[in-house]
């Protein structure tokens, strides 16, 4: 089994959440908006609010992978990018509890929630101790 060190692990978790930002700025930008039917959204036409969401996810992919690079100069990125996620998670639940039931707006708020955890706990091992496996 391949051993990774506390470095590897989070640099390694940041970059697949850097891939994975960019993947959903590439849907936000370019899935036509009468398709976000499927994923629940009922309020299909405005599109502005739909291609700056892809945009910001760009501009996250570019923070998550500055990170992942820098990791010793990069404790200020690092606690935005969690506060960020955590942020995205609680706005998520309560536009999900308040507004519109959407399936992917659930999904993707505990998919925030989720790797907000996971970097704060893999950063948390990183700054114990950074060269052990």
């Known amino acids: 089994m ?4 506390r470095r590897s692990r989070i640099e390694i978790f940041l ?3 850097a891939l994975h ?3 959903v700025g590439i849907g936000l930008i370019f899935l036509p908006a009468e398709y976000l039917q499927f994923f629940g959204f009922a309020n299909t036409s405005a599109c502005f609010f ?4 892809g945009v910001f996810h760009w501009v996250m992919t570019i923070a998550y992978w500055q990170a992942a ?5 990069s404790p200020g990125l690092i606690h935005f990018i969690i506060a960020a996620k955590s942020m995205a998670f609680v706005f998520l639940i309560i536009y999900f509890t308040a507004i519109e039931h959407s399936w ?3 999904v993707s708020a505990i998919g925030d929630g989720l790797m907000a955890l996971i ?3 893999l950063y948390r091992r990183y700054q114990l101790n950074p060269g052990d496996v």
Not at 50 to 53: C, T, V, Y
Request: charged content about 20%; glycine content about 4%.
């Open 69 to 73: 690079k820098y990791l010793e100069k």
């Open 104 to 106: 992917m707006v659930l």
């Open 50 to 53: 739909q291609l700056q969401g």
């Open 21 to 23: 930002s960019f993947a």
């Open 119 to 121: 970097i704060y706990l």
């Open 15 to 17: 970059k697949l959440t």
């Open 2 to 5: 391949l051993k990774l060190n």
